[in-house]
């Protein structure tokens, strides 16, 4: 028994850490927030794009959320093909050049009828994050205010450096 012992260790640890590593080849990168917001400032359209890919897909919302138990669903990787497979062969061409080209560590829907794109600063200490706001503009909740007034003071309120980029765009870390 006392040979077993460390033999079942050993096995466990290697079992845990294969199963730990990724042979998913894609990486996020980290970015600068400036450059990423005059990106975003000389051509907002692909990320729009990505963002009514997502907004339109409501399978992909439905089961991700579901799988996930979470209030928000997300994809990490174009190589996820899990959650890819919910979308188009076109889409999919389209979310994985926006990968490529603009390497995000997360784009995200959520419960609060926000798109976001998640990006980690060069340093690597923090994030920053692009959202699109597609959410209830008009209905007034118990506070008096839009549904829109709402998010945006609540945003404003939890980020320091939120920032309104137009066409119900916002930028906050």
């Known amino acids: 028994m006392k040979k077993v012992l460390p033999l ?4 466990l640890f290697f079992l845990i850490g294969t199963s730990c590593h990724s042979d998913d080849p894609y990486q996020w990168q980290g970015r ?3 450059e990423m917001i005059n990106l975003f400032h000389s051509n907002p359209a692909p990320f729009q794009e990505l963002a009514d890919i997502f907004i339109q897909n409501d ?3 439905e089961k991700a959320r579901r799988d996930e138990e979470a209030a928000h669903a997300w994809i990490m990787s174009p190589n996820d093909m899990e959650k890819m ?6 889409e999919q061409k389209i979310i994985r050049e926006f990968f ?3 390497t995000p560590y997360e784009v995200s829907v959520n419960s609060q009828r926000t798109f976001t ?3 980690i600063n060069t340093e690597k200490t923090d994030g920053f994050t692009f959202a699109y706001y597609y959410g209830d503009m008009l209905s007034e909740s118990y506070t008096g205010q839009t549904l ?3 998010w945006i003071s609540g945003q404003k309120s939890s980020y320091p450096d939120f920032r ?3 066409s119900n765009w916002f930028f906050y870390c």
Do not use: A, M, N, R
């Open 59 to 61: 399978t992909f919302w």
């Open 148 to 150: 829109y007034e709402e």
């Open 117 to 119: 794109i998640v990006y």
């Open 100 to 102: 490529e080209k603009t």
């Open 164 to 166: 309104e980029l137009g």
């Open 85 to 90: 497979q919910y979308f188009t062969d076109e």
């Open 32 to 34: 600068d927030k400036e």
């Open 8 to 11: 079942i260790s050993i096995l």
